[in-house]
């Protein structure tokens, strides 16, 4: 019997909050759970393409700690999981709508799988288990 898909609602630029969902979904994906990231509202901004981790990343009580002790970068740890595991990243189509971007173009290079709107999401989701952060 196959696991449950885990959905993951990313809702918050605060870098604990992203760092969070990151650590979830990677270890999730590289544990053989299929993994699905739907990034919406402001937490889509700090996976603008060319931003440094100093740019993206802020809020927290915990971010100057993650950013001084060399705790593996969100990002990369999603990438992680989408190169280990099963993990699919979605981008909020209304954001990206209201931000005149693209996913090819304006998002991190190689992490989102393309725009979705909330309703296909939280239609997909209920075959699994959906979190929200």
């Known amino acids: 019997m196959s696991p449950k898909p885990l959905y993951i609602m990313l809702c918050s630029a605060e870098h604990e909050k992203i760092q969070l969902a990151a650590m979830i979904a990677s270890v999730a994906a590289v544990s053989d759970r299929p993994v699905e990231v739907f990034v919406t509202m402001n937490a889509l901004l700090p996976f603008e393409r060319g931003k440094s ?24 740890l999603f990438g992680q999981g989408k190169m280990l595991g099963e993990m699919k990243m979605w981008a909020c189509s209304l954001v990206l709508d209201l931000q005149h971007w693209e996913c090819d173009t304006h998002l991190t290079e190689d992490l989102f799988d393309g725009p979705m709107g909330l309703a296909k999401f939280l239609a997909d989701a209920e075959s699994g288990e959906l979190i929200t952060i």
């Open 53 to 76: 981790p100093a740019e993206r990343y802020h809020g927290g009580h915990f971010h100057d700690l993650f950013m001084t002790k060399n705790v593996p970068d969100a990002i990369d």
